[in-house]
């Protein structure tokens, strides 16, 4: 059963199509093998949202964005994206045979771009786009503008401009509960623009709703020390995110306006949740012991789920029985940068097999 169709009373479609799917979703929940163990957590798992089909949770929201375009008719998408949600639009565009426009901020990765390439979206980079939150927030009303014109709407993936659409990123709550046969205690979820966070907690709240579940998960958002738009409100008892310093190395977590920031502080406070602040170098690390430890390859961005999560354990904040959740957003493939770092520790070394001492192999 394709991911729509199985949560369709959830999400707002009013009709499904087997081309509305790539087959996203339904993704892994991997039992940490190491790391958890190690610092002594037991229970720890991770959300493998890089196994979507284009390497993101992305997936969930095109999909579901891109079928509410079939419905309404629409035959063009104007997006905006710093490299996932472009890929996604782009896949899932191509599939309904929908031409997909994509302006980008100036610092989206050239392999992004490739991707997006490669589903045959028209890309523009935007000069000034993801520099300032003055200069973004006149782009974002200047491309919803011209979607307007084009008789289209701008898909930005956030609750802020495309809220229908977000809403199939809710349904990494609706599986979390059933891979684990209850409620995790806490979740920790990268935080850049704050969409997927609040997504997840929309999620719960609708299993709540329909009495599936009475206790609720703690939600802790986690984001680079460098884009610290939610976790300083959270501590300072601020109601509403801030915008003071985006320049995090890491890819897609640097959100230069408050699109959905507040909306996840709310959700945070909502359930009795926490912020995290982690350094670039600490979500490098902890992108490194996912890959050579847990075999799970992700970019940066996915692992800063397991550094908030080591930090966290190192502040006593995560007790020992406790049930917990890392949400990995994206595939490794998405930064090479990051991975070849990882890969040049390590050396490939010429051998002749005739002189090869058997006690190389020995642990």
């Excluded at 701008?154 to 349904?171: F, I, Q």
């Amino acid at each position: 059963m394709i991911l729509l169709e199985k949560y369709l009373d959830y999400l707002p479609l009013e009709s499904i199509s087997s081309t509305d799917s790539l087959g996203e979703g339904h993704t892994p929940l991997v039992e940490s093998s190491s790391i958890g163990k190690e610092v002594g957590i037991p229970h720890l798992f991770f959300k493998s949202e890089h196994m979507n089909p284009t390497g993101s949770f992305k997936d969930r929201f095109a999909a579901v964005e891109v079928a509410l375009m079939r419905e309404a008719g629409i035959k063009t998408c104007i997006a905006t994206s710093s490299g996932n949600t472009g890929s996604a639009l782009a896949a899932y565009s191509a599939r309904r045979n929908i031409k997909c426009y994509i302006f980008l901020n100036e610092i989206t990765p050239i392999n992004k771009l490739t991707q997006m390439l490669v589903y045959g979206a028209k890309l523009f980079r935007v000069e000034g786009f993801g520099v300032s939150e003055e200069k973004s927030r006149f782009i974002f009303q200047r491309l919803h503008d011209l979607a307007r014109e084009a008789e289209t709407r701008l898909v930005v993936s956030a609750y802020e401009y495309s809220s229908a659409g977000m809403e199939g990123v809710k349904t990494i709550a609706y599986e979390l509960f059933e891979q684990l046969k209850g409620v995790p205690d806490l979740v920790f979820v990268p935080v850049g623009g704050g969409g997927l966070l609040t997504a997840i907690w929309r999620g719960f709240l609708d299993l709540k709703a329909q009495n599936v579940i009475s206790t609720m998960p703690r939600i802790i958002a986690v984001q680079p020390r460098l884009n610290d738009t939610l976790v300083t409100p959270f501590f300072n008892g601020s109601a509403r995110a801030q915008v003071v310093n985006t320049t995090t190395a890491v890819s897609g977590l640097a959100v230069q306006i408050d699109i959905d920031a507040t909306r996840a502080l709310c959700a945070v406070r909502e359930s009795k949740g926490l912020g995290v602040l982690v350094s670039d170098k600490a979500s490098l690390a902890a992108q490194e012991e996912l890959s050579v430890r847990e075999g799970l390859y992700v970019e940066p961005a996915g692992a800063v789920s397991v550094a908030g999560f080591l930090e966290a354990v190192a502040q006593n904040q995560v007790k020992p029985h406790e049930r917990v959740v890392c949400i990995l957003s994206g595939h490794g493939f998405k930064d090479p940068a990051s991975a070849n770092l990882i890969a040049s520790k390590s050396e490939v070394d010429a051998i002749d097999l005739s002189q090869l001492d058997p006690g190389l192999f020995e642990c």
